[in-house]
């Protein structure tokens, strides 16, 4: 099995709940990051937030940081959450087993910082299991927040990174290939994520 693990494939088709659902309680052994959509008290829906993975099954008191704020429209992004926050866990995952990366490919990129460390730790050793934006989803982007025709590019060269890379292995979720996603995600976490000597890293 390849070191690295990436699902892509349109939105909503269930790339991040296949991951959280097989991972389960070993989520809180990876390190990188989730994405979350957080909603207000009454329903109404806020954003999406960056977390540690490791808080992805849930941390009392946890200060979600907004990285897209839809209350208005078209939605208002903070690059400062990908400088601070999404920096500092791609950084620290190196301290984990193995790392979550849910997900890259969106307006990450236009980060240099972060697209600095994200290509660090592509190229480290590190176990890693994510998700990446399709192409499909990285042009409506661009379209819908404007980051510019260098978007386009940054993402482009990630996606060719991640399919000539030899440690790693790029699976599009479509209706056809959804079991087979399911079962590459099972053999990578019986391969990766069940590392005994997960005390001993920290």
């Not at 939105?11 to 207000?40: D, P, V, W, Y």
């Not at 208002?76 to 990366?101: I, K, Q, T």
């Not at 060269?157 to 030899?166: I, K, S, V, Y």
Request: some cysteine; proline content about 5%.
């Amino acid at each position: 099995m390849k070191r690295h693990l990436f699902l892509s494939g349109p939105a909503f088709c269930g790339k991040s709940r296949l991951i959280r659902e097989q991972l389960g309680s070993s989520l809180q052994n990876a390190g990188g990051f989730c994405t979350e959509l957080c909603k207000a008290p009454d329903g109404s829906v806020l954003g999406c937030a960056m977390i540690p993975t490791a808080a992805a099954g849930g941390v009392e008191g946890l200060e979600q940081e907004l990285f897209l704020n839809m209350r208005s429209f078209p939605p208002a992004h903070d690059s400062e959450v990908f400088r601070g926050l999404g920096v500092r866990l791609l950084d620290e995952a190196a301290w984990y087993p193995f790392a979550v990366l849910d997900e890259i490919g969106g307006i990450d990129l236009i980060i240099p910082q972060f697209r600095v460390a994200l290509e660090s730790l592509l190229a480290s050793e590190l176990p890693i299991l994510g998700v990446v934006k399709s192409r499909e989803d990285s042009e409506q982007m661009r379209r819908l927040l404007g980051p510019g025709s260098r978007f386009t590019a940054f993402s482009e060269r990630l996606f060719e990174q991640l399919a000539g890379d030899p440690e790693t292995e790029l699976l599009f979720i479509t209706d056809d290939a959804e079991r087979e996603a399911a079962d590459a995600v099972t053999a990578w976490i019986a391969e990766y994520a069940a590392l005994p000597g997960f005390q001993n890293r920290l």
